[in-house]
């Protein structure tokens, strides 16, 4: 499969084995809840070692990864191992070299790396993220007050994004990705620089999206809460397995 292609197909839900009373194996469905809303096959990336180097270093080689309605999936590795290079796939922001993927719903992304203005105020975010998601003003304002009281950040809401400090921006950083309420959940180690309070904050909207039937795909270095996500998923070696 050559290139990458993203869209808005569903894929029927897989069928699972189950066994009854006596052993025997029969074929059932995944309830209608379980629908693929993300799904990335054989997804292959290389980087050059450097500008003037022919040499490609390969980085995921082929990695096919599905996230169902209502989910949230773990997403590990060591430093290196393609984890945000896979999410920048995923996004659209980065073209594989082989492979497809395909979406089904919004996707609400937050970058590792907080992609903002240094110039415009937490609240001059809302107003551009919100027209860029179809929002209208109202909408973007509602969604927005109910994020800043969320996160614990509303006295922050006309401050400049080069005056926040780490935590305050990385609770933007996370706003800005929620603010469409997104049935898909990008998110590159979102709470990296949370304090614990924040942290359980974070775990709050993301149980309230869940409620809804939205997933979340959660990049991170390492997993502590492991009972909160339904899944862990490992890139080992440029592919991915459960861990």
């Known amino acids: 499969m050559s290139g990458a292609a993203y869209g808005n197909e569903r894929f029927s839900a897989p069928e699972v084995g189950r066994s009854d009373a006596d052993g025997a194996s029969e074929s059932v469905r995944e309830p209608a809840m379980a629908r693929n809303v993300l799904r990335a096959v054989g997804v292959v990336k290389s980087f050059r070692r450097s500008w003037w180097s022919r040499r490609r270093v390969p980085v995921l080689r082929g990695v096919d990864l599905e996230l169902r309605a209502g989910e949230v999936v773990g997403l590990v590795g060591e ?28 996707i609400g992304y937050c970058p590792q790396v907080p992609e903002v203005y240094g110039r415009l105020t937490c609240d001059d975010h809302v107003e551009l993220f919100g027209a860029a998601y179809g929002l209208t003003s109202a909408q973007a304002r509602t969604s927005a007050d109910g994020l800043y009281t969320a996160l614990g950040f509303a006295r922050f809401s006309d401050v400049r994004a080069d005056a926040l400090s780490g935590g305050t921006l990385a609770k933007l950083n996370l706003a800005l990705a929620l603010l469409a309420d997104p049935e898909v959940l990008l998110l590159d180690e979102p ?36 009972d909160r996500f339904d899944r862990i998923v490992q890139i080992r070696d440029g592919k991915a397995a459960l861990r």
Not at 82 to 89: A, E, N, Q
Not at 192 to 220: C, M, N, P, Q
């Open 79 to 106: 430093n290196g191992s393609g984890k945000s290079t896979l999410m920048k796939i995923l996004v659209g922001s980065l073209a594989p070299e082989d492979g497809s993927v395909t979406v089904d719903g919004r």
């Open 191 to 226: 709470y990296a620089g949370f304090d614990f309070d924040t942290y359980l904050k974070f775990w709050d909207l993301v149980a309230e999206r869940r409620a809804l039937g939205h997933s979340a795909l959660i990049v991170s270095h390492f997993v502590v809460d492991e």
